[in-house]
């Protein structure tokens, strides 16, 4: 080692090829160097993609579909972010192959928990229930996504734990196994694209699919028996209504209908009075200004009224004595009808 300080000299290794010149040899090497120089000058970048490149460590600019040139020998490096592709993440399971998952209980390659740790949670009446669900995502700012947080979809999946288990400790047990599904979904979907923004990740959320939501296996068989009662009682409930419904308005209807039934009596007989009352009002009058034209009137209509439905009449005079054997005061005969 000499002693200005270099490390000494460095002995470039002979080559002796058989019926090569040195001169040769330097050019077959200068031309592998140039060649290695040319290929890392190049690089391609995806429809689906955008490359972000580096000079010396130092965002310099952001590259689009085709192919580009670069500073070799490690000056500027490529970073490639597929903006066009829609990422997922899966929590409380993995897709291990199209329709293939993985345990709950294996271990997460992002925590070191199980999967089953980050599906297991509280809700707020203090129940517990198994949430899988499926964060589907696109990088729209290469440039945060890179350099704003570090370890981006490792922090991804915690703020998106962190949102899930907000939202379920706010609702029942029931909301999150029926009902409240997709509320829960879509309030997921907002409050992590908030956070996404406040840490300017450079993530835009598509969509919060809510997988599987059910009871710990402990008391899944306990939860369902509750469910079928609960359904049972449902039934019995919409039944009764039914019946209710069917009963009822008809009771009503028949109610009313003898009510406007009795009301239409009153009325006629109410309207009738008022009209004999009237018409006897009338008569009267007449028969005050000529009570005798007025008899004879009243006793000839009233004749004119019961005559017609006489079918044996019998005239005689107001003089005559003794007429009575001549009649036929059979009772059997009396029946069909007659007067004298």
Known sequence: MADDGFLGEIKIPKFNIPGASAGMVRGIIALLVLLVLVISSFFTIAPEEVGVVLRLGKFQRNAEPGLHFRLPLGVERVTKVPIQRQLKEEFGFQTVSSGVRSQRGQRSQFTSRGREAESNMLTG???AAVVEWVVQYRIVDPYKYL?????????????????????????TVNEVLTVGRQEVADLVEVELQALCEQYENGIKIDQVVLQDVNPPDAVKNSFNEVNQAQQEREKLINEAQSEYNRVIPRARGEAQQTIREAEGYALERVNTARGDSARFVAVYREYRVAPAVTRTRIYLETMSEIMPKITKKTIIDDDMKGIVPFFNLDPRESGKGGGN
Do not use: H, K, W
Request: zero cysteines.
């Open 147 to 171: 350099f704003r947080v570090r370890n981006v979809r490792t922090t991804l999946r915690d703020m998106s734990e962190a949102v899930m288990r907000g939202v379920i400790g706010d609702r």
């Open 125 to 127: 009446d203090l129940n």
